[in-house]
């Protein structure tokens, strides 16, 4: 009896988790449409920290200097300029050196500090890109134009692995973070991701940000933190879906995902927990399946989670239309027939992140505690 309460609980998981699709099409279909005019589209600061030779690094950097958007400036921050490979900074960008991150401190978020104090003051929108993606020229006008609406703290993208090269371990990446990208949608947003988030200046202060900040490592779910904390919510941009194009072994995949759940356990507890129960009791029914030879269940559960794969490809490449229109085309059946191992995969990652908070993020050592909220 309990391993049929498991699995009716497991397909009902399935089911619901297909609720809110039409929902989030329809959103993405909406935002991908919306083009403010350039009135509408205060002075911006784009700021990225760089840390060395990323695959791809000075067409990134290039793509960030082209955006479409009428006024801002790009600013690029680095420990020290042997960080950043000679001709990689693009024509008009500002080098920011911030010198080494004082002792206890995360170098990423040190070196967005210096990129804010350096913005210059006419800019009234401030936002933050990784140095691993592409964004498309459309990214920072489709960040911008959530912040004009009441009530919204801070805009979000996300990234999707578009691996030039294609690979088993990049392809098995990009259909793991898949999962993640598939959750953003309409309504106030769980989290905001640092390598596409904006914020309006004000807002940045009011909320206390940098306070926030203070003795974290996550600079993106301290942000979010502190925008939900001032009572505003954090709307999701789908033109800010940024590609990434670079590649991974299975060691550096594995090493990675572990890394971003452990800092979504430590930031984000209550989030950490609401994935790791649900997914655990998903498995489990996919075992009981198995062992009761309840082979329609198995291929039901299968079925929807194939199903929910595919739906999140879809939203994806309409996103990144038409640059990845031909990666897709080829690429696309990854999400959808993957979805059995990537199951498992992120099994793992929940259960590497619940036995340690030591992560290595750009050959610096962290162990990991949520700082509380910062003293008044």
């Known amino acids: 009896m309990l391993l049929w309460i498991l699995l009716?609980?497991?397909?009902?998981?399935?089911?619901?988790?297909?609720?809110?699709?039409?929902?989030?099409?329809?959103?993405?279909?909406?935002?991908?449409?919306?083009?403010?005019?350039?009135?509408?589209?205060?002075?911006?600061?784009?700021?990225?920290?760089?840390?060395?030779?990323?695959e791809g690094l000075a067409r990134n950097l290039a793509a960030l200097a082209a955006q479409d958007y009428p006024d801002f400036e790009?600013?690029?921050?680095?420990?020290?300029?042997?960080?950043?490979?000679?001709?990689?900074?693009?024509p008009g960008a500002r080098l920011i050196v911030a010198g080494p991150a004082p002792m206890g401190a995360a170098a990423k978020i040190h070196n967005l500090r210096a990129s804010i104090a350096a913005a210059r003051a006419e800019s009234q929108i401030l936002a933050f890109a990784d140095s691993d993606g592409e964004p498309g020229p459309g990214w920072l006008r489709a960040l911008a134009a959530p912040l004009a609406e009441n009530g919204v703290g801070a805009s979000t993208g996300y990234r999707w692995h578009v691996?030039?090269?294609?690979?088993?371990?990049?392809?098995?990446?990009?259909?793991?973070?898949?999962?993640?990208?598939?959750?953003?949608?309409?309504?106030?947003?769980a989290f905001v991701w640092g390598g596409?988030?904006?914020?309006?200046?004000?807002?940045?202060?009011?909320?206390?940000v940098e306070d926030y900040w203070h003795k974290a490592v996550s600079d993106d779910f301290r942000l979010a933190e502190a925008v939900h904390r001032a009572g505003l919510t954090i709307a999701y941009a789908p033109g800010a879906?940024?590609?990434?194009?670079?590649?991974?072994?299975?060691?550096?995949?594995?090493?990675?995902?572990?890394?971003?759940?452990?800092?979504?356990?430590?930031?984000?507890?209550?989030?950490?927990?609401?994935?790791?129960?649900?997914?655990?009791?998903?498995?489990?029914?996919?075992v009981a399946a198995i062992a009761m030879h309840q082979w329609l269940a198995l291929i039901a559960q299968l079925a929807l989670g194939m199903l929910k794969g595919a739906r999140r490809a879809a939203m994806a490449r309409r996103c990144l239309a038409p640059r990845d229109d031909a990666w897709f085309a080829r690429h696309g059946w990854v999400y959808t027939w993957t979805t059995p191992l990537v199951t498992w995969i992120w099994l793992y990652a929940f259960l590497a992140s619940a036995v340690s908070r030591r992560i290595v993020w750009r050959g610096r050592v962290y162990v990991l505690r949520h700082p509380g909220p910062p003293s008044r």
């Open 196 to 208: 596409a988030m904006a914020i309006r200046r004000e807002t940045f202060a009011s909320a206390r």
């Open 241 to 286: 879906l940024v590609p990434a194009r670079d590649h991974v072994t299975a060691g550096e995949f594995f090493e990675w995902i572990a890394r971003q759940m452990k800092i979504t356990r430590a930031y984000r507890p209550r989030l950490w927990w609401l994935g790791l129960v649900p997914h655990c009791l998903y498995c489990g029914a996919m």
């Open 74 to 90: 790009l600013l690029v921050a680095v420990e020290s300029t042997e960080d950043i490979p000679h001709g990689a900074l693009p």
């Open 8 to 54: 009716g609980l497991a397909l009902l998981l399935a089911v619901l988790s297909l609720r809110g699709d039409g929902a989030r099409a329809l959103y993405v279909e909406a935002q991908l449409a919306r083009r403010l005019p350039d009135s509408a589209l205060p002075p911006a600061t784009v700021m990225v920290p760089v840390k060395g030779a990323d």
């Open 163 to 189: 691996p030039a090269r294609g690979g088993v371990w990049p392809m098995i990446r990009s259909a793991w973070n898949a999962v993640i990208a598939g959750g953003f949608g309409p309504g106030n947003n």
